[in-house]
Every structure is written in C-alpha cells, then in structure tokens.
C-alpha cells in the first residue's frame, strides 16, 4: 500500500508533463463531469483533449433534451460551461495534445504519453475519449474531405449558403445536423440505407415537413463523385437494383459512431466493436483505469448518460485513490 494522500505532490521519475491523481483523457462531457467532480474533492486532475474542447456534444448545434434548459442550448455553450466549471475547480485542461499510450510504472502509478512529447504521470486514468464519426470507405471519401464532404453540418454548414447538398444517413445525429443545414442550404436531400430513418420521431417530423428537404430511403451510396470539389452522390435502390446519380455542391456523411479507442488496443478489456468495457463503478480489467461516456460498452450515446457515466467515474477514482 502506498501511503500518499489524495492531492499530494508526488516523486517524478521520467515525467516531463508533472504528476497528478487523476488524468482525465477527453474533455466531452463525460470527461469535463468526472473533471468538476474531482477536482473539487481536493484530487489533483488534469484533462488532456486531442483536439478542442467539448467533444462531438460541442458540435451540436441545440442540445434540446438536457435536463435544466427548456429552451434548449448550443452544444459549445453547454461544454463552455462545463470547462469553466472545471476549472474553477481546479482541473488543469490541456487542448489539441493527443494520448499515444497509457503504460504501468508500478503499483497505483501509470504514465500517459502524449505526441507533443510530453509525459504525465497519474496515480489513476480516466479514458473519456468518446467516439468518431464512421466513414463510409467509399471511391471519392478521403479525396473530396475538406472539398466538399464533411462529417460536421455545424462546423461547415455556412459554407453551403444557398446551395444543394445531401446528408447521407437519416439517424438522429443526421436529422439534427440536417436541421442546422436546412437554415443555410438552398435544398437538401437526406440519403438512407434503411427504408425508414431510425430518428427520434420529432426530428423526423421536422425534417420530414420542411419545405426545402428530400427524402431517398432504402439506398445504398456508391460513390461520391467530383472534380476539383464535390459534384455528386451516386446512390443505388436496395429493391430494385436502379442507380441514381444526384447532382450537388456538398455532402454530409452521418453513418454512425467507433469508439477512439486505438492507444489502449491490447491493455484494457473491449467488446468487438471496439468499446471499452467496464463495471458498474467504470472500472475496466486495469488497475487504476476507469472509462467513462461513449468510449464505453453497453452505453447510451447521450450526453445526460455520458455525464452520469463520469460522475460515478469520479467517485470511484476517489475511493480508489483512498486505499492506495
């Protein structure tokens, strides 16, 4: 047993990034949740994000079913809110540096290397790296991202004023992105594999009746076509077996989620598809690591899931930190 008390500085060996309680790896909502929580228990935290803060609930354009705003809230300035929270706190929160591996040291201490070469050492480790959008590995994908395809209608939606373009897949994520693309676009066109949208019902109403949507189901995309930039969707009829080509200046491409899970491939426990697996109390098969939000098996890609998720996280970080 290792007789340091919580918040306590600790020795550094191979560290260049400083030592802490808890590394949080992620700052969506489940890893800004777990960050509030310990840090104001007096546990030393930092979060370290890969890219900007907020995670894929940041590119939301309104938030509508979180608990406390009836009117509903932009994802950014939801996740503002929670950054500001944590830090207030205490949480040090570190932006667009990348966790490569996550490694034992010995007993209640483990090492996040990050690719701008900087190493963390942690007594625990949160994984709250949620997920990324599916691609759809199709000819024209990797060419034309950037130049015309994107995978975020709220990040690149004002680039498309007043032109046509196709939302490719009809979920809930597509639906509400498609919403936000519905006040720039001159038309869009929603593309879907099923021959229904899987959608929340009040999404696909308000879609469904807009004046300046289409709607194609049971269609299986093939291509995205283009010269300099995107020009078209090829898409073909799962019934009948007719390939339609539709002519366009953008595509968005909403076909699912993976969990960023590659740096712990072969250390923690995960389900075929990827997620991380965990108890009740976000524990995963490695000592002193927990996950937490949508990285996890088994769980509700929800932001209301994701921060109930990296509240127990916190908690049990604590307990486990006392015993050490």
């Not at 769980?299 to 930190?321: C, F, I, M, P, W």
Request: contains cysteine; glycine residues 10%.
């Amino acid at each position: 047993m290792f007789e340091f008390k919580i918040g306590e500085e600790l020795a550094k060996p191979g560290a260049t990034g400083g030592l802490y309680d808890l590394v949080v790896i992620g700052a969506g909502p489940a890893g800004m949740t777990a960050a509030i929580y310990a840090a104001r228990n007096s546990i030393k935290t930092l979060v370290l994000e890969k890219s900007s803060l907020g995670g894929l609930a940041a590119t939301t354009e309104l938030i509508e079913n979180y608990p406390g705003f009836p009117e509903g809230i932009a994802g950014a300035e939801l996740m503002d809110r929670f950054q500001k929270q944590a830090r207030r706190f205490g949480a040090e929160i570190i932006e667009f540096d990348e966790v490569l591996q996550i490694e034992p040291v010995k007993q209640g201490l483990l090492r996040a290397r990050t690719d701008s070469g900087e190493v963390y050492e942690a007594r625990a480790v949160l994984i709250a790296t949620g997920s990324r959008p599916k691609k759809l590995h199709l000819p024209g994908e990797d060419e034309f991202y950037g130049r015309g395809l994107s995978y975020c209608a709220t990040c690149d939606g004002p680039l498309f004023k007043n032109k046509d373009v196709v939302v490719i897949g009809t979920g809930s994520s597509g639906l509400q992105e498609g919403l936000n693309l519905l006040g720039y676009a001159k038309h869009v066109t929603f593309v879907e594999f099923l021959p229904y949208s899987p959608a929340e019902k009040i999404l696909q109403k308000r879609t469904m009746s807009h004046e300046k949507s289409t709607f194609y189901f049971n269609q299986q995309v093939t291509e995205i076509k283009g010269e300099r930039v995107v020009t078209a969707v090829v898409m073909k009829d799962r019934a009948t077996g007719e390939v339609q080509e539709l002519p366009t200046e953008g595509v968005f491409v909403y076909v699912g989620y993976a969990p960023d899970t590659k740096f712990v491939e072969g250390q923690v426990e995960m389900n075929k598809w990827g997620y991380v697996k965990t108890d009740g109390k976000m524990h995963t098969n490695m000592e002193g690591i927990f996950a937490a939000g949508d990285v996890r098996a088994d769980n509700v890609a929800q932001v209301t899931v994701a921060v109930s998720d990296g509240t127990k996280a916190a908690l049990a970080v604590r307990e486990y930190l006392a015993v050490l």
